[in-house]
């Protein structure tokens, strides 16, 4: 464990923003968690745990301490003729994990391939593309909780949703995830029904790709889609597909014929935001040192030298265009940290 005072949190956070917080905790060793909160603790200010920082936004300085997971390590057990437990430490990086299954013949995760963010994030989130969710491999986790200490979660205990989870609703800011364990198959059945997939695979005569193939042609259609953190801070996908009844969605598409959408149940239709996003105007327009990029309205970006203010202030637009035009809220997919998010 090591601890870091006044650390400036830019390298740590996709979006590239310039933030300090009191004090960073390196965490290495998920033995280290309970000493790591104490010390959090002691310092009298409040916390929040930081993975791969690429689902977040720092509108400003952080006035506490964060807990920096670097929990690493891959493991496989062997369950029978057709599946294996693969369990991973949460700093694991999420695609270094995906890779790892797929050189390894292990299917379920490949349509997943390249999101960014490390394994800790990936059931809070409940990450997904393509298809496919982590809710579809995921088999169980443990994690320290702030008052009862080491605990598992199965599947159900999760309480799995669209980018939804417990830990993103009762048990925010009450659970460390420490590690997670995916039931993946040796004889893997491919999902391919999503569009873009199907469509980018017909494009390189794949008509029956192996895991590889199809891991390959994931990462290869995101990168010519999402731009790389490296180059361009963003932190993917800003807002959720946000799901409207049938019948205002029926109502919409009577002014709006090409509007985007597919059924999430029997009485809700799930629309594109990044749909909602370019059919305003949005997409690849630049105000100051912000933006949306040029190839995807529904990523938000940091030119250089933008603040986490300056993003939330381009994002609160897009909301209002897409409000009025639509009557359409968009909910932020990245979490928002700091005070100007706050409405209490």
Same mark, same amino acid.
């Given at each position: ?6 650390? @400036? ?8 923003? +310039? ?5 960073? &905790? ?11 909160? =104490? ?9 929040? $745990? ?9 509108? #400003? ?15 496989? #057990?062997?369950? @029978?003729?057709?599946?294996?437990? &693969? ?8 695609? @270094? ?49 702030? =008052?009862?200490?080491?605990? =598992? ?40 029904? %999503? ?14 790709? +192996? &895991?590889?193939? $199809?891991?390959?042609? $994931? +990462? ?7 731009? @790389? ?13 946000? #799901?409207?009844?049938? #019948? ?80 359409? %809220? ?5 979490? &928002? ?8």
């Amino acid at each position: 464990m090591q601890l870091h005072k006044d650390f @400036d949190l830019q390298p740590f956070n996709t979006f590239g923003i +310039s933030v300090k917080c009191k004090y960073l &905790i390196e965490i290495q060793e998920e033995e280290e968690l309970p000493r790591a909160v =104490e010390m959090a603790t002691h310092f009298g200010y409040p916390f929040m $745990v930081l993975g791969g920082g690429s689902n977040l936004l720092f509108t #400003e300085d952080y006035e506490g301490s964060i807990l920096y997971m670097r929990i690493l390590g891959i493991s496989v #057990e062997v369950l @029978d003729a057709e599946e294996v437990r &693969i369990t991973a430490g949460a700093g694991v990086v999420w695609h @270094d994990l995906v890779a790892f299954a797929v050189e390894n013949g292990y299917g379920g995760l490949e349509n997943l391939a390249l999101i960014p963010g490390t394994v800790g994030a990936s059931p809070i989130q409940n990450i997904g593309a393509y298809g496919v969710e982590l809710q579809d491999t995921f088999e169980s986790l443990r994690g320290y909780h702030l =008052e009862q200490g080491f605990l =598992e979660f199965d599947k159900k205990s999760c309480h799995f949703g669209y980018r939804q989870s417990v830990f993103k609703g009762a048990l925010k800011g009450k659970f460390i995830v420490t590690q997670v364990r995916f039931r993946l198959s040796t004889k893997p059945v491919l999902k391919l029904h %999503y569009s873009a997939l199907q469509e980018a695979l017909a494009k390189r005569g794949m008509s029956t790709p +192996s &895991i590889a193939q $199809v891991a390959e042609v $994931v +990462s290869s259609v995101r990168v010519s889609k999402l731009p @790389d953190p490296s180059s361009i801070g963003n932190a993917g996908s800003f807002f959720k597909n946000p #799901e409207i009844p049938e #019948e205002q969605f029926q109502r919409l598409r009577i002014d709006y014929p090409d509007m985007v959408g597919y059924p999430a149940d029997e009485s809700m239709i799930k629309t594109s935001a990044a749909w909602l996003i370019e059919s305003c105007g949005w997409k690849g327009k630049v105000l100051g040192n912000t933006g949306t990029y040029a190839k995807h309205a529904l990523v938000l970006v940091n030119h250089g030298g933008a603040t986490g203010s300056d993003i939330w202030a381009l994002a609160q637009s897009i909301q209002r265009s897409v409000q009025e035009r639509y009557g359409i %809220y968009l909910e932020p997919e990245v979490n &928002i940290i700091g005070q100007v998010y706050r409405t209490d």
